[in-house]
């Protein structure tokens, strides 16, 4: 279960490293239990380049190194985006498997030191090196190539995307933590900087400074621990070919499919037994596309049902309450962990202004490169 | 010791002679383009690497503005994914004539650029 944590802001936060970061997620996550960090018997770092951001590699032991703890195991992850879901994922299997009874899975990345250039190619590195980078790829590229084949096959139009950007910077005025806090307009979004086309800047997360940490501890031994009580109920991953030209659908992520079907058959639940959802944003498309994939909505509907209200915070399937990584901000390696704490939020009571009612099942999907990875859980509020 | 099959450089060497290759399983007959070192289709290490005619049609693309330091000079260009005629499928720059506009299933033929190595090479044409 979780049993604590920890949220820095998000945004552009100056000269900091990733490791005082870490650290303040860490303490922040540590004071809602009883536990003191000398009892972490593992540390699960998701991050996805200390070593092009920050210019360090082997950055797992510099957790530990600032926490003052002598000789803890820690671990990096890199799973491009899906870095802190997978952290977190293995976090659980290792607490599940009975290995170790207290585990920091935390994600952090500090991205702003480098021009916006130099972000985009770092970033693009997550594509396929031989055939996509070498071809001129860049992220908001292959999920603009999605977005077109999406209109094309469905009719998902400029307005329907824009409609997530504008419902998520909507959702983001109730959370303090996030990096956008303005309101936006259809009408704005969809005339702001075209990136890559038919993708606009509004139709893309920020590059943003940040850290999220989660403590595991087992659900068996509840009633040793203090804090909050968030049940894991299922937890899954898959993956897909590095190239999106592999794919023999470019509408949608197989791996989004295959996963979210092994998060429901291990949690015994089907899409209408979840109350609400924090879905990978990365651009509006790929929420869209979540949304359908994931099962919750029919292949095509995503985007109008986005634009008639059934996501926003009032609507029937609330998603990314939080503001998503589209207004929150997408610090990559924090972004799967940061879900992961707006959901414990939400089922423990604690989401504050943007608390949604009667919540008892809360579902994540973080993705990964062009959808080579997914990672979903499914936590349910505790006694 | 099994022996390493080499498609990278295959497809990389076949690109530099403005040609484009994949691998055909022996046993199955599938075939992959870019290659693979196992049938993706029966999973056999029996391949062998066989030229594939350049020409295709336009799945999707987009318009790239905002480019990593490599491609700055270049924007904006048109990105897309062709769909060659064994439905394979490929990631390439596409560049049209003057007053030509991509469309969904437009049909292309691969050119290759002087200057660029390996996969950078391979360019996507309007067939006139």
Known sequence: MIAGYGHTKFGDLGRVTSRELVVAATIEALEMTNLNRNQIDSIYLGMLSPDIFEHQMHAAPGIPDYLGLNHTPSTRIEAACASGGLSVLHGIMAVASGFHDVVLSVG????????TSHTTEALAMCADDIYEVASGITFPGAFAMMARAHEHKYGTNAEMRASVAVKNHKHALDNELAQFRKELTIEKAMNSLMIADPLTLYDCSPITDGAAAVIIVPWE?????EGIRVKVKSFSQASDTMSLHDRNDLTGFMTTKVAARKAFDRASLQPKDIDFLEVHDCFTIAEIMAIED?????????????????????GHLPVNASGGLKAKGHPIGATGVSQIVEVAKQLSGNAESRQLNDVQYGMTQNLGGSGSTIVCHILERGD | MKEITRVVKAYEDAINQNRIVGSQCTSCQDI???????????????IEITTIEGAGTLL????????PPSHLERVPYILGIVELKNNQKLTGIVELEEGINPDFGMELIADFEEGQEGASRLRWRSRI
Not at chain 1, 221 to 225: C, E, I, L, N, Q
Not at chain 2, 38 to 46: D, V, W, Y
Not at chain 2, 60 to 67: E, F, G, M, P
Request: aromatic share 8%.
């Open chain 1, 108 to 115: 952090a990345e500090k991205m702003t030191n480098l021009p």
């Open chain 1, 294 to 314: 994931m099962g919750f909505f029919e292949k095509g509907k995503g985007g109008q049902v986005t634009l008639d209200g059934e996501t926003a915070r009032d």
């Open chain 2, 32 to 46: 992959s383009v870019p290659p693979r070192p196992l049938c993706k289709n029966c999973g056999s290490s029996e």
């Open chain 2, 60 to 67: 999707t693309w987009t318009v790239i503005h905002i480019a």
């Open chain 1, 221 to 225: 031994d509840r009633a040793d621990y």
